[in-house]
């Protein structure tokens, strides 16, 4: 039988329902998160100081958000390729690994960009800083920078560096380093610091400038000879090599830094809770002791902060290349 005030009640029950049932998933979504498994995307090939920093924050960062953090490798473009779909990743499960190439080099370097550095991101924490160091194959006659420099003066062009790529970390630092030195190397790019390590292991490279945590175990086995470190002090890994500084360029600092990013779309709870997570993961005894044994310096900083530092290094940046004239791979 029809009843009216039934069913004007239970239509007024139901819409009462579905504005909770609207809003109710919201709040369980954000108490909830992570979900399921995250994925941490590195834009660069496996063996380079960047899988170390995403692997070492990853496994802390597993523990503390109860789902598991796996570091996926996808290189390509100058980590362009990585960057574009990762921007666009709406799954809220999807992070990556941002780097002094990616976020204050390619917005200078290349005309058309898949993605914006400043808009598609939301910077979470600066997870590390790596030292930039200055390496020569046992075949280079020179025993320190400034024996480099004057060899290099002697025979304009005829040495070699290579790199991970135009654009790349390893790229920046040898060009500051030419800039600094006033000399002529013939630069070398590879796709990659593995490839780039093969060549320069084997003699066919004469130069390289690498972040620390790729070359520390060829400098300690003698296979690698580092000619200057790039920190504006010596680092205690290496208590006997001099800085550039120290070897008549004073001033001359060099190192490269890796941070965590997520896309635009991150809700602002999850990203609350990701970056506590990340900064404690980071900064714990566990990656902090595997991060110095490589010679990297574990950094962990609020959003805002990395956004700051962000901002400072594309200004530090952009003259550079400018007066470089550095190129992208084509």
């Not at 496996?46 to 170390?52: D, F, N, R, V, W």
């Not at 979470?124 to 290099?152: G, H």
């Not at 560096?161 to 060009?175: D, I, K, T, V």
Request: aromatic residues 8%.
């Amino acid at each position: 039988m029809h009843n009216p005030h039934i069913t004007r009640r239970s239509a007024l029950l139901g819409a009462a329902g579905l504005g909770l049932g609207a809003a109710w998933p919201l709040r369980s979504q954000a108490q909830a998160w992570p979900a399921k498994s995250i994925r941490f995307v590195v834009p660069f090939a496996p063996g380079g100081s960047s899988e170390i920093v995403a692997r070492a924050a990853a496994a802390e960062m597993t523990k503390l958000l109860g789902q598991s953090v796996y570091v996926d490798n996808k290189p390509g473009g100058a980590g362009n390729v990585a960057m574009q779909e990762v921007a666009r990743a709406e799954d809220q499960h999807t992070i990556i690994l941002g780097h002094i190439g990616t976020l204050a080099v390619n917005p200078f370097i290349f005309d058309k960009l898949p993605y914006d550095a400043n808009k598609d991101f939301r910077p979470v924490s600066l997870l590390a800083k790596v030292p930039s160091l200055y390496l020569v194959n046992n075949d280079v006659p020179a025993r320190n920078l400034k024996e480099f420099v004057a060899l290099a003066k002697a025979k304009p062009g005829q040495l070699n560096y290579g790199s991970a790529g135009n654009g790349s970390a390893g790229h920046l630092a040898f060009e500051y380093l030419k800039m600094a030195t006033g000399t002529f190397i013939t630069h070398v790019p590879y796709r990659g610091t593995g490839p780039q390590l093969t060549d320069l292991l084997a003699g066919r490279l004469d130069a390289a400038s690498v972040g620390a945590p790729a070359v520390m175990q060829f400098i300690k086995t003698g296979k690698l000879r580092c000619i200057a470190t790039g920190t504006p002090q010596r680092i205690p890994q290496l208590p006997d090599v001099p800085t550039v500084a120290e070897q008549g360029f004073p001033g001359f600092e060099m190192t490269q830094w890796y941070g965590l990013l997520a896309p635009a779309s991150l809700s602002q709870g999850a990203l609350d809770t990701l970056a506590a997570a990340a900064a404690k993961a980071i900064t714990s005894a566990t990656a902090v002791d595997h991060l110095t044994k490589e010679a990297a310096i574990a950094v962990g900083s609020t959003p805002a902060e990395f956004a700051r530092f962000i901002g400072v290094e594309q200004q530090r940046w952009k003259p550079v290349l400018a007066r470089a004239k550095v190129k992208p791979d084509n």
